[in-house]
C-alpha cells in the first residue's frame, strides 16, 4: 500500500492545500474526505475553474470538489487496472463497505523531480 495522505484533503481544508497537495503528488487530484469518508475528488480542472471564477485559495475544497467520483471496493489489481481505463480517472478510491479510504489505484506512475521515467519492474 502507498501512503495516501498525499492523496488526500479534509471538505475543510482550503483550496490551497488541495493545490499543494497536487503539486506533491503529482497525479492531478486529490481525494476529499469527511470524517474519514469519501465525499469527492478535486481535480487540476476543479482548481482552474474555481480560479477562473475568482474564488479565493482560502475557500473550503467543498466550493470546488466533484461530488460524483468514482470508488471502487474492488481489492483484485487487475480488475482496478480495468476500472480506472474504464472510468479514465488518474486517481482510484478503494474504500471499504463504509466508504472510508483504504487505498488509492494510481493510472501511472509519475517522472521524478529530475524528469527520469519511473523504472518498470
Known amino acids: 500500500?502507498?501512503?495516501v495522505q498525499k492523496f488526500v484533503v479534509s471538505v475543510t481544508d482550503t483550496i490551497h492545500t488541495a493545490m499543494e497537495k497536487i503539486t506533491e503528488n503529482k497525479h492531478r487530484a486529490v481525494i476529499v474526505l469527511d470524517q474519514g469518508k469519501v465525499v469527492g475528488t478535486v481535480s487540476d480542472g476543479d482548481l482552474r475553474r474555481a480560479f477562473l471564477q475568482e474564488i479565493l485559495p482560502i475557500a473550503?475544497?467543498?466550493k470546488v470538489m466533484n461530488l460524483n467520483c468514482r470508488t471502487t471496493t474492488?481489492?483484485?489489481p487487475h480488475k482496478q487496472?480495468?476500472?480506472i481505463?474504464?472510468?479514465k480517472v488518474t486517481v482510484l478510491p478503494v474504500v471499504d463497505r463504509q466508504n472510508e479510504l483504504i487505498d488509492v489505484v494510481l493510472a501511472y506512475e509519475p517522472f521524478?523531480?529530475?524528469g527520469r521515467a519511473?523504472?518498470?519492474g
Open 1 to 3: 500500500m502507498r501512503d
Open 81 to 83: 487496472r480495468e476500472l
Open 74 to 76: 474492488e481489492q483484485d
Open 60 to 62: 473550503p475544497v467543498e
Open 85 to 87: 481505463q474504464r472510468e
Open 112 to 114: 521524478d523531480d529530475e
Open 118 to 120: 519511473p523504472i518498470q
